[in-house]
């Protein structure tokens, strides 16, 4: 061999260097001492976790720098748990490096392939014993089995029918309706248009009826916001400001892209906020969007006021609110 | 000089000296900074409104205008009220010292009698909400620190965060973090709508809802690290920091030193 | 013999009576594992889903997975007499009343996002040394199936207790359902029970969540360690090792000290992290309902690229014949999703398509050596990158007095100039990389001293290389370009040439590397 060949070829594996812990006796007995020392120190974080399970109550809180004011119930529990079992890897490892062997072992890789006798020896063996249970050659049997398996698939799938009912028209109907009235949420007083001051805006739901519960469901769709501009800011077509009612303007507050609550009303510059996904929504211009990925603006409410003065709608939304789903029209 | 010129060339003497410059400067500054304001405070004893006037004209008119009737960088002053100046001012977010998007909280320039005094001048100009009266001492007894939490995730987190951390608007604009407001200074911005909040209207959230409000602010604001350091109370994004920056470092580091081979 | 080996002997003999496990045992008791910090990262994977299991058991102990309603009367005041679900009711329970609970709950949670940040770790680990290589495609496949469904896993997990942040994320999940042309509403209103958000969901996905994905990972995890068990673990190169070897240290006692070992470290520094650093601290989120919202809501972090995706969106939207097609939700939701993870599982088979390569390897590539590899997976993690930041767009904009709209911006653009950008340099430093080692192996170290030679000319010394450090930087392999003939010998142009052409492009880039040192190259130096 050349000797640039050989310069480059593989020196093979690097003589074993000795470690301090193989030669000297007393520097073995100082590692096992070092890992005595954490295997006690384990030992002692399960002391502070009893401790501090049985001792210190639940409302006790300690000032520590970085932490601020923390639990001392958990934060303790927690380091005595931490270093109960830390310490135990620790030590384990370092008796690994310092005391047991660390020669290297060097071990065969075995050819995966079977060999060529032991292949056709499979080949063989299933083709024959498929052969023998006739499958190829009784057709009749094939096709029937085919049809009873394939069938007895959709049994399981029938079973998920009752997981829910069909949507029907869930999701284009809300509790809004000609003459509901608009009340603050969460305390349902209903609003007077002197409630709202330019600049104002309120967190709104429907009034219930009479004996009925206001579930969660019904919120996800329901919810409004109103909002008060000057009239004079308005850019609107006039069948959308016959919608407003003296610069009071209703929007879905649920956003027509994911569905989060847009509520994030910024006075200067009438802009709508989803802090989901950044979708703006101008309020002069209903609702329309002018960033972000949501698609449609958000459902305008018309609103007018009843016989004692109160905000109600004077009709339903005219289109579904929240996110899009395929059957919606628009 | 011949024992310090000894260390001229110890390797500690750059950052020393860069130390000690420092700090001559840092000093020197705070010593000429609070000589100036001294003189600010030195005007002669008039009434509130007329030494509010002098404080305006000299400090606010340059963007507001000599009649606060406001200009092409500043809105009018008119009908603010004593509040929305009580808050502004107070919070030091006016005078303006950075024009960028939006004013910041920062120490305020004026003591707080000048405040009062600047107030009642904007409050004189034109009838506006009045600096709220008894809120730290009410807010405790009436408010509901429970119910001021729904309200406060109803009508404030949307902008500030859930615990009053502070969020993003658009543009650079930014609901600032309330973990510093005092009470008074959170009703009236309630009742003012400062920048791009809103107004929060009396009858929409009541005096005693706005009361619980602050009652369920303080107590955020002295909310305990329950499980420990609270990584800025703005959720996973921090949380998510952490794992792989401490704790896969950690893990990574312990794995290294498992791998070396002992001396 | 002592009592103790006494002991040990005959429950031995009892056991391999029933089961002849002695020679199984001894042949794997002696097995040979290679030692490198980089092989750990998947341990950490799954000693933490061994901690997850373990305190997740404990939680289930305390945690209620029903939405119905109750009113609060418990010890945390801020939330007294709110109404919530019982789901709610009962993680606030287990975090201020049961002794040990808040940390468990805080151990499960930073133990997940271990899990995934650990996978993460060990993906890129494999990818860049080309582990995934043959034999070891199908353990690659199981792997990108546990990172898909920890994925969902985490997301389920952190759902559970109901709170205001993570309500909302189910809320937007929900809409991703919905959004499906055809089936979406009806996916949708099966999933939830009904219009959203229903008191079913909460209680369903507590099962997929305790029983039916752990069930599937345990199955998945262990047919991806038997494998590594089986195939044995790959090595990287070095002097001594080759192809047909595996050098390393034997199972009983070193790898049991240290792996068993390193479980604890594991397990200790998740508890630690749980007892100083507040995790999902969901009193101060307070109860979901869907009228409520707060600003700065993210996914945990494996899920926020997706959250960046959806940000970055363009409000693209089809209405066809009567029918919504949301774009721009289905596109960064589902489509995307589906190419790239699609797209990793399948790439050891496109790899090995690209460069003909159909062998086995047990070697491991140092990534310097495979430039156009490791330049993918910097551009991979470039894109992740840059949709990680775009789903923390609104606290970056708080936190270094930006606008949200000029760094949405900023990744829109981003996300198309940004990776290839990445690529090219990357693949340029491992060029340069290959060039530096090939000098090196030439010339040898520099040692900065000067010499003068006898005609006057100053020279630097250069120490040689020593073998072992020679035959790192050239062991490895250096393929030529495939060369698929696209037009055969009377100059007819293959049907199928197309196919072979792209191969042959591609193949071409693979290949680009700096020509590695061999003897001739030697002999040339010893002349000068």
């Not at chain 2, 404080?55 to 963007?63: Q, V």
């Not at chain 3, 009592?3 to 496990?21: H, L, P, Q, S």
């Not at chain 3, 937007?172 to 949708?188: C, D, N, T």
């Not at chain 3, 209680?203 to 038997?226: D, E, N, Q, S, Y």
Request: hydrophobic share 45%; glycine share 8%; with cysteine.
């Amino acid at each position: 061999m050349s000797k640039e060949i050989e310069r480059l070829s593989d020196p093979g594996l690097p003589e074993h260097v000795h470690r301090r812990t193989d030669t000297d006796p007393a520097a073995a007995k100082q590692a096992e001492r070092q890992i005595a020392i954490f295997f006690v120190l384990s030992a002692l974080g399960t002391i502070l976790f009893i401790f501090s399970y049985i001792k210190i109550p639940l409302d006790r809180f300690i000032f520590i720098p970085i932490l601020g004011s923390t639990n001392a119930h958990q934060l303790f529990l927690g380091l005595g748990l931490a270093f109960s079992l830390l310490f135990i890897g620790l030590g384990a490892i370092q008796w690994a490096r310092t005391l047991m062997p660390d020669t290297e072992v060097v071990a065969e890789r075995h050819e995966f392939r079977s060999s060529e006798a032991d292949r056709a020896d499979f080949v063989a063996t299933v083709k024959e014993r498929a052969a023998s249970a006739g499958l190829g050659r009784r057709s009749l049997i094939k096709r029937t089995l085919g049809l009873s398996l394939g069938l007895i698939g959709l049994s399981p799938l029938l079973l998920l029918r009752d997981l829910g009912p069909l949507p029907k028209t869930e999701l284009e109907t809300t509790s809004w309706a000609k003459g509901v009235r608009l009340v603050i949420d969460p305390s349902n007083r209903p609003i007077l248009p002197s409630d709202l001051e330019v600049g104002a805006v309120a967190q709104v739901l429907p009034e219930l009826a009479p004996g009925t519960e206001r579930t969660l469901e019904n919120v996800a769709k329901d919810a409004v916001l109103l909002i008060r501009l000057r009239p004079e800011d308005f850019k609107l077509s006039p069948e959308r400001l016959s919608w407003t009612y003296q610069g009071i303007i209703a929007f879905s507050k649920i956003c027509t892209h994911m569905g989060c609550a847009v509520a994030l009303y910024e006075q200067q510059t009438k802009h709508l906020l989803c802090p989901c996904h950044q979708s703006t929504f101008d309020v002069p211009r209903a609702a329309k969007v002018i960033f972000g990925p949501a698609a449609r603006p958000l459902p305008q409410l018309a609103i007018t006021v009843d016989a004692q003065g109160y905000l109600i709608a004077s009709a339903p939304f005219s289109e579904p609110v929240g996110p899009s789903f395929w059957e919606r029209s628009s | 000089m011949k024992r310090l010129s000894r260390y001229r060339r110890h390797r500690f003497a750059g950052p020393v000296l860069l130390v000690f410059a420092l700090f001559m400067i840092g000093t020197t500054f705070s010593v000429a900074d609070a000589s100036s304001r001294q003189s600010q405070t030195s005007l002669t004893r008039t009434t509130a409104i007329a030494e509010g006037r002098l404080i305006f004209l000299r400090g606010c008119s340059s963007c507001h205008g000599i009649n606060a009737e406001g200009g092409s960088i500043a809105p009018s002053l008119i009908g603010v009220g004593a509040a929305d100046v009580d808050l502004q001012v107070g919070t030091g977010r006016m005078p303006m010292a950075d024009m960028t998007v939006q004013a910041v909280r920062k120490k305020p320039a004026y003591t707080p009698d000048q405040v009062a005094a600047l107030a009642s001048y904007v409050a004189s100009l034109a009838p506006g909400p009045a600096i709220p009266t008894d809120v730290v001492a009410n807010f405790e007894r009436d408010g509901s620190t429970a119910a001021g939490g729904e309200l406060f995730r109803t009508n404030c987190a949307m902008c500030h965060n859930f615990a009053g951390q502070g969020g993003a608007l658009s543009g650079g604009k930014f609901a600032p973090s309330l973990m510093a407001s005092t009470p008074t200074q959170i009703y009236e911005a309630m009742i003012t709508g400062p920048q791009s909040m809103p107004v929060f209207s009396d009858k929409i959230i009541t005096p005693t809802e706005k009361l619980s409000i602050i009652k369920w602010l303080k107590a955020a604001q002295a909310e305990p690290n329950l499980g420990g350091a609270s990584l800025g109370r703005v959720g996973p994004v921090t949380e998510g920091l952490l794992i792989w920056t401490l704790g896969l470092g950690l893990l990574i580091g312990i794995a290294v030193w498992l791998a070396t081979k002992a001396r | 013999m002592s009592a103790g080996e006494k002991a040990a002997g005959a429950v031995a003999n009892y056991v391999d009576e029933r089961t002849g496990a002695a020679k199984w045992l001894k042949k794997n008791l002696t097995k040979v594992f290679p030692d490198h910090w980089s092989f750990m990262l998947g341990e950490i994977a799954l000693y933490s889903f061994i901690i997850l299991l373990l305190t997740g058991t404990f939680l289930t102990f305390w945690f209620d997975p029903s939405q119905r309603d109750v009113i609060y009367h418990g010890a945390y005041q801020p939330l007294s007499g709110i109404k919530m679900s019982a789901a709610y009711e009962s993680t606030l329970h287990i975090s201020f009343d049961v002794r040990g609970g808040l940390l468990m709950r805080q151990i499960h949670h930073w133990a997940a996002l271990f899990f995934m940040s650990s996978i993460g770790a060990h993906l890129l680990r494999v990818f860049f040394t080309g582990a995934f290589r043959k034999p070891r495609e199908f353990n690659w496949i199981i792997g990108i199936g546990l990172l898909t469904l920890g994925i969902v896993e985490g997301f389920l997990g952190y759902s559970l207790p109901d709170d205001l942040l993570s309500g909302t994320g189910i809320r937007i999940a929900e809409a991703i359902i919905q959004a499906m042309p055809i089936v979406g509403s009806y996916l949708a209103f099966f999933a939830f029970g009904g219009p959203f958000p229903g008191t079913a969901f909460i209680p369903r996905i507590f099962t997929v969540h305790v029983l039916i994905l752990p069930g599937i990972f345990l199955a998945l995890i262990t047919a991806h360690l038997m494998l590594v068990w089986y195939q044995k673990h790959t090595q990287y190169p070095g002097p001594g090792r080759t192809e047909k070897n595996v050098i390393g240290y034997p199972l009983m006692p070193v790898y049991m000290a240290k792996a068993g070992g390193f479980f604890f470290v594991v397990f200790g520094v998740t508890a630690f992290l749980s007892a100083v650093a507040s995790i999902n601290p969901i009193w101060l989120y307070g109860p979901y309902t869907p009228g409520q919202i707060s600003a700065g809501s993210q996914p945990d972090w494996y899920m926020g690229w997706l959250d960046g995706l959806v940000r970055m969106f363009p409000n693209l939207e089809s209405h066809i014949w009567g029918h919504t097609i949301s774009w721009n939700i289905l596109i960064p939701g589902l489509i995307i999703p589906g190419i790239l993870f699609t797209g990793m599982a399948l790439y050891p088979f496109i790899e090995s398509w690209v460069t003909g390569d159909k062998r086995e390897h047990h070697l491991l590539d140092r990534p310097r050596n495979v430039p156009n590899r490791t330049a993918l997976g910097v551009m991979s993690i470039t894109f992740l990158l840059v949709t990680l930041s775009n789903g923390g767009n609104d606290l970056i904009a708080t936190h270094f007095a930006l606008s949200i709209n000029q760094i949405t911006w900023f990744n829109r653009i981003g996300i198309f100039i940004l990776p290839p950008i990445a690529f090219i340099i990357t693949k340029r430093i491992c060029l340069s990389l290959q060039r530096a080692d090939r000098e090196l192996v030439l010339h040898g170290h520099e040692t900065g001293q000067l010499v003068r030679l006898p005609h006057g000319e100053f020279v630097e010394v250069h120490e040689p290389l020593t073998p072992e450090e020679t035959w790192k930087l050239t062991q490895h392999e250096q393929r030529a370009a495939l060369e698929f003939k696209t037009i055969d010998e009377n100059g007819v142009s293959r049907p199928k040439g197309l196919k072979e052409k792209i191969r042959n492009r591609l193949s071409r880039a693979v290949s680009e590397q700096v020509k590695k040192p061999d003897g001739d190259d030697l002999k040339e130096i010893e002349h000068h």
